[in-house]
């Protein structure tokens, strides 16, 4: 069974950075594409930045040179560090996994976790 926990989530000042993580496990965490996606209050989910074919990563527009997906296979952990935090990027932070690379079509993703909140404050 594929279970993915997040964590990391919290509340931070616009400018401030926030590392979140997500744990894979039930299985081959090496075999599986993986993305971040969030969701605000009152909009639909999007993409944030995830795997793409041929080991290649691809990012929302809007998150470009401020976050960086990342992952370390020997832990089955997937990472996000997101730098210079803005109020919008407030929102429920998921992790997602599949066997296929589908980059931020989010709905193409067979298996979630729970989310982690991140708050930015003016």
């Known amino acids: 069974q594929v279970q993915l926990v997040e964590s990391g989530g919290g509340s931070v000042e616009s400018g401030g950075s926030l590392r979140l993580s997500c744990v894979g496990s039930?299985?081959?965490?090496?075999?599986?594409?993986l993305g971040w996606f969030r969701q605000a209050p009152g909009k639909e989910r999007e993409g944030v930045a995830a795997?793409?074919?041929?080991?290649?990563?691809t990012y929302a527009d809007s998150v470009k040179d401020r976050f960086k997906i990342s992952k370390d296979t020997a832990k089955a952990t997937l990472y996000l560090q997101m730098n210079n935090l803005k109020p919008e990027d407030s929102a429920i932070y998921y992790c997602?996994?599949?066997?296929?690379?589908?980059?931020?079509?989010?709905?193409?993703?067979?298996?979630w976790g729970q989310g982690t909140q991140v708050t930015v404050s003016t």
């Open positions: 997602a996994a599949d066997k296929y690379c589908w980059g931020l079509a989010d709905h193409r993703y067979n298996h």
């Open positions: 795997d793409r074919s041929w080991a290649t990563t």
């Open positions: 039930g299985f081959n965490f090496g075999l599986y594409c």
